[in-house]
């Protein structure tokens, strides 16, 4: 790996673990076994690391995006394999929804692309409880999924909010309880 991946993926887990807030640019760089001096070469400060790693997110963001029912398999697997998806987007950049406080605001790439993230992410939830009422396994009416949709994404995004207000926003362990519950 790369040096400059190997600084993305330390601060990305760091960040997670610690918050946005509490990781320095020495302390990545010591724990690397770097120069601070090398790392600013890659990164000439924290916001540019935040912005690589937005960069992620966004690239991770669509190809969840991208999960649809299918005739294919199951409605309920395809909806599993979303779930899933979200679990694993919400441990790896955690600290994004949870310490924007702390790094000030987001990234130009996410502000760029929030409004498509959230219209497509209605999109999605559209397709897959549409699917379910039309194959019998939900019962709800039509003309109200999208509220539905609204309060699915509204419980995914900010669950990391309530964990952090119950003091457990850096235990990935009460991440991925809160999401299966």
């Known amino acids: 790996m790369k040096t400059r991946e190997r ?3 330390l601060a990305q887990a760091r960040f997670n673990e610690f918050g946005y ?3 320095t640019t020495a302390a990545l760089a010591a724990e690397l076994g770097i120069s601070e001096g090398n790392l600013w070469y890659h990164f000439k400060t924290k916001r540019h690391l935040l912005e690589s790693i937005s960069e992620e997110f966004i690239r ?12 294919e398999t199951d409605v309920i697997e395809g909806y599993i394999e979303l779930m899933m998806a ?6 790896l950049y955690r ?3 949870r310490d924007q406080a702390d790094y000030g605001g987001h990234s130009q790439i996410v502000l760029d692309n929030i409004t498509g993230l959230y219209d497509k992410s209605r ?3 559209r397709a897959f409880f549409t699917e379910m009422v039309r194959v019998g396994l939900l019962d709800w009416p039509e003309d ?11 419980l995914i995004r900010f669950g ?3 964990l952090r207000e119950t003091q457990q926003a850096f235990d990935s362990s009460a991440v991925e309880q809160t999401f299966l519950q």
């Open 7 to 9: 600084i993305i993926a």
């Open 21 to 23: 807030g509490n990781v």
């Open 60 to 71: 991770y963001s669509n190809e969840r995006l991208a999960l649809r029912p299918s005739s």
């Open 86 to 91: 979200h679990e694993r987007e919400l441990l």
């Open 95 to 97: 600290f994004l929804y």
């Open 123 to 125: 999109a999605q939830f």
């Open 144 to 154: 109200r999924i999208d509220n539905l949709t609204v309060n699915a994404i509204i």
């Open 160 to 162: 990391l909010e309530y």
